[in-house]
Structure formats: C-alpha cells, structure tokens
C-alpha cells in the first residue's frame, strides 16, 4: 500500500485503536509488529518476492547477538558480509548480473535496514548495546513501517526508549499529530505534485536534447534544477512530516529529518539541516572512525585540517553513491565529496587569510550571507541534476550547456537564491508568528473554531489536488 493511499489512512486508524486498545508495553509491541509485517507484505504480491528481505534482517540478529562477545575481528567480518549482500540485494550496475537472484523480490527498504544493522552491529561491538535485544524488538526496529520506506534513521536506544513507555493520549497531543500528518500531505499532495508537474513539463526537452536556443537552453535547465529541488524538499519533508504525525500517535518519538535547509550558509552547514538523520549516521559511523583512522597515520598537528579534507571527501562520495546503484550515482557522489571538501579548504583558506575572528565577521555579514546561501543551493540544485538523469543523458545535458551554460546557470540561480531565500525567511517567520498566536487563542472558542477551519481548509485543498492530479507523487526516497 502506498503511504499516500486511503488503504494506508485506514490501515492506520486501525492500528492505532488497536494498540490503545491494551495498555501493557508487550501487548502494545506484538501489535505493532503485527503492522509492520502487514505493511510490508503489502508491498508485494508473492510471498517468495518477500525471501531475500527476511533473510537479510534475520542472519543480522545472531550476527548482533553474537558481537556482543565476539572478538574484534568478528565486527569486520560481520559488516563485509552484510555489504556485500546488500550490494548483491540492490543489484549494483557493476555487478553485471553476476549474482543475481533469478526472480524478482522486494529491495524498497533494504537501504535503511542497512544503517540500522550496520548501527546495531558496530555498537555491539564496542558495548553501546547495554542488554541483548529481544527477537519481538529487533524486527519492531529494522522493520518498523513508519521508517521503512524513507526513514528517518532512528538509532536504537532512543527506539527501545520510547518501545517500552507509557503512552497516553490527550486531545492537544491528537490534534497536533493530526495537524501534522495533514501539512505533510499537504506538501506531498499539493505542493510538491504541483512542482512535480511543471517539472514534467521542462524536462523532457531537455532530456532529448531538442534544439532549442542557447538562452532558452539554460534557463530552461535552470529553472528545471530548481523546481526538482524544491518538489524534492517538499515531497521528502512532507513524507516526514506524515510518519512523525502518526508515530506520536503510537508512542514513537521519531527524530527530526529537516530543519530549515534552504537556510544553510554553506554545504557543510546544509548537511545538518538537510536529511539530518542520514548526515548524523554517515559521521558517527564512517567519518570519525575514518578520521582517526587517518590521524592515527600522521601525526602532526599541522595535517589534521587536510585529514578533514580528505574524509569529508570520501563520506560524502560514498554517501552519494548510496543514493543509487547506476553509474550516474558516482557522478552524484563525486560532486557531493567535491562539494564538501571545497567548502572545507574555503573555511582553511579564510580562516588562515582573516584569522577565526575575520572570518566570522564577514560570514555574519547580511550580503556575504545571503550569497552564501543562494551558492549553497545553487550547487545543491546543480548536483541533484543526477537523481533526475542518467549517465548518458547527463553527458547530453553537459555537452548542450558547456561550460558557460552550467556557469550561468549556477550563477543565476546563486543569484536568484541570495535574494529569494531571505524574503522567505520572513514570509515564514509571519506564518510562524501566526501559527503561535492561533495555538495561544486556542483554549477560547474563537480560537478553537478557527484552527479546525484552518485544518479543514488544508484537507479540502488536498483532496481537490488529488482529484486534479488523480493521485498523489511517490516519495523520491523510497528509491534509495
């Protein structure tokens, strides 16, 4: 069942009465890993399709049993198996068929099961885990269907913690998560659909590389890098904004994947805000480990800002190449290890330049900072170009623009960006204002008619976009 489907809404409100229905932890635990295997057999027409997928999370649990005793070299031999699997599993453009399973079988989530085996191997290992993990709690974790599709990336501690508290539910706490699930679908449903629509109709041109004039060509691209971004941004957050809504409903506090993006001040900075649960495992588990690898190696104090360099690199290479398993993604990989490890040697340069004082006085400056933020999702914009292209395509898209397209591109839309991104900030500090002042008012009776009217206005929006864009856009993610 797709997420955005009415199936998925009843499915839901069904769950939900059940698992308040009981009140002991257990009871609560077999009810929602009742709703994480229907959902995931939903996903699927036969029961063979479902095979690879449970075998995969299944060897990962005496693999995490046995870690927490194991010898050292165990941890390395644990995680080159399950890589090599899931390589295997995702049928990598590379491996040439050579493995590959001779029936078709479901891959949507394998990636993020991934990360959380990988997660709960690694922490075995060195003792993060406290206590053995129940079978019941292990496949509630790896398999939860609120995170199954897309994440977030919830690390287990903070899951087994809200796993096993009291849930109780009050009118404020139901309607904030109704409130919420509503404004993701409003962003899935209307906003991003509509983004997605006029982004079908720039693209293609584009992509068969039909003659169109050499202006007409790079605005046409640029503006097509731009609404892609955005109909990204609001579809993915909006799929957040859906399972954190529902998750508060059963007791699961999901952390946070977006925190204003677009108002990053550099690349670096974006990937705090942007996707922050993937950013958040990438350093905790390959580039601080990579880090210390590589200090580890030199040791002069000197080299360190380099070591950073280089791991900033190879993190955010290997990152993009996890987005996808064709040839275009080590394109995708290549610009956002680039991307990261530019903005870092600029921090060097400016640092060594103006000295730390220097520097943070011109990174406050309104006009430098607004440049900043319109380069920042100029690049952004520029790199995801991949997720929208293949290899062949993109070597076409290159070769129409040249270099002097893709300069005035990133120029225009840097530009475009220094200027559009502040008025945002203020267009969306008003709403928020008035979003506040509503909730204030809403003990009196005014206040409470008119923040159902709001709600009410938001849901009969969605369901005239629906019936004009006969169903809602799947989420980009679930690709990954």
């Known amino acids: 069942m797709a997420i955005t489907s009415l199936t998925f809404l009843i499915f839901v409100a069904a769950v939900v009465v059940a698992f308040h229905l009981g009140s002991s932890a257990r009871y609560r635990q077999w009810v929602f890993a009742t709703a994480n295997a229907v959902f995931i057999a939903s996903q699927v027409s036969t029961a063979p399709a479902l095979a690879p997928l449970l075998i995969f999370v299944v060897l990962g649990y005496p693999a995490v049993h046995w870690l927490r005793r194991g010898p050292g070299w165990g941890l390395v031999l644990c995680l080159v198996l399950t890589i090599a699997a899931f390589v295997v599993l995702k049928r990598y453009a590379f491996l040439d068929g050579l493995l590959e399973l001779p029936f078709s079988y479901l891959s949507m989530g394998l990636s993020y099961v991934l990360f959380r085996l990988i997660h709960l191997m690694v922490d075995a290992q060195s003792g993060e885990l406290s206590a053995a993990i129940s079978p019941l709690r292990y496949f509630n974790y790896n398999c939860n269907f609120l995170c199954f599709v897309s994440g977030p990336i919830q690390r287990y501690p903070d899951f087994a913690a809200t796993d096993s508290q009291a849930v109780v539910l009050n009118e404020a706490g139901v309607f904030a998560a109704f409130a919420r699930v509503v404004r993701g679908f409003l962003k899935v449903a209307v906003i991003s659909a509509g983004l997605n629509y006029v982004f079908g109709q720039l693209s293609p041109p ?35 904004d859906i399972v954190i809504g529902i998750g508060s409903l059963l007791g699961q506090n999901l952390p946070e994947n977006f925190r204003q993006p677009f108002a990053a001040r550099n690349f670096l900075d974006f990937w705090t805000r942007w996707h922050i ?44 190449l996890w987005h996808g398993t064709t040839a275009v993604f080590v394109a995708y990989g290549l610009l956002l290890g680039g991307g990261a490890a530019a903005n870092k040697l600029w921090q060097l340069a400016m640092t060594r330049r103006l000295g730390k004082g220097g520097y943070r006085a011109l990174a406050e400056q309104p006009i430098y900072r607004s440049l900043c933020r319109g380069a920042t999702f100029a690049y952004f914009a520029l790199a995801l170009v991949c997720l929208w292209v293949d290899l062949a ?7 129409a623009l040249g270099a002097a397209g893709i300069a005035a591109s990133f120029v225009v839309i840097a530009l475009a960006g220094a200027l559009v991104l502040p008025a945002l900030d203020y267009v969306t500090a008003t709403l928020r204002r008035a979003g506040v002042g509503l909730a204030l008012k809403a003990a009196s009776p005014a206040g409470f008619v008119s923040r159902n009217v709001a709600l009410a206005a938001q849901v009969l929006l969605i369901l005239m976009a629906s019936s004009f864009f006969h169903k809602a856009p799947e989420f980009v993610y679930r690709a990954f």
Do not use: C, D, I
Not at 217 to 239: E, H, K, Q
Not at 278 to 297: D, Q
């Open 206 to 240: 584009l992509l068969a590389a039909e003659a169109l004039p050499g202006v007409r060509f790079v605005a046409t691209f640029g503006a097509a890098a731009v609404l892609y971004t955005l109909y990204l941004y609001f579809n993915f957050s909006g799929y957040m």
């Open 277 to 320: 649960t993937l950013s958040e495992w990438f350093k905790t588990y390959l580039f601080n480990p990579l880090l210390k690898a590589l200090a580890g190696r030199f040791h002069s104090p000197g080299v360190m800002p380099w070591l950073a360099v280089l791991a900033f690199f190879l993190t955010f290479l290997v990152m993009g």
């Open 393 to 399: 395509q993109l070597g076409g898209l290159l070769r």
